[in-house]
């Protein structure tokens, strides 16, 4: 069993950066696949990045690919997602979610694929 929390949304303006945290619980969260979604209001839920458990791996959106980075620090159980040059596009509610992944070198995309889900974290980009 995994519990995420995500933490370090807010409010920023169009062109700033923020970073997101998902802090992982759980005695095999290192070996556990991490991708952030998000989802904005009226819309269905988009994966953004992905990374796998060893951080060998990474997986970008198009919309966010050069500007959004997602890294892990598996002795803190973290997963990070730093976000430059933001958008009013990207104003969205930001999910971290977790797979067993252990070995595995493919980053999903799919949200089904992800057994376990944090609260989620508010981003709002204002122009």
Same mark, same amino acid.
């Given at each position: 069993?995994?519990?995420?929390? /995500?933490?370090?949304? $807010?409010?920023?303006?169009? #062109? *700033? ?8 619980? +759980? &005695? ?17 839920? /988009?994966?953004?990045? $992905?990374?796998?458990?060893? #951080? *060998? ?8 690919? +050069? &500007? ?60």
């Amino acid at each position: 069993q995994v519990q995420l929390v /995500e933490s370090g949304g $807010g409010l920023v303006q169009a #062109g *700033g950066s923020l970073r997101l945290s998902c802090a992982a619980s +759980g &005695r095999t969260a290192s070996t556990y696949a991490t991708a952030w979604f998000r989802q904005a209001p009226g819309k269905e839920r /988009e994966f953004v990045a $992905g990374i796998s458990w060893n #951080g *060998g791996n990474t997986n970008y959106a198009d919309s966010v690919k +050069g &500007r959004f980075t997602i890294s892990r620090d598996n002795a803190k159980s973290t997963v990070y997602l730093q976000m430059n040059s933001l958008k009013p596009e990207d104003t969205a509610a930001y999910y971290c979610a977790a797979r067993p992944g252990f070995l595995k070198v493919v980053v999903s995309t799919q949200k089904n694929d992800y057994n376990y889900w944090g609260q989620g974290t508010q981003v709002i980009v204002f122009a």
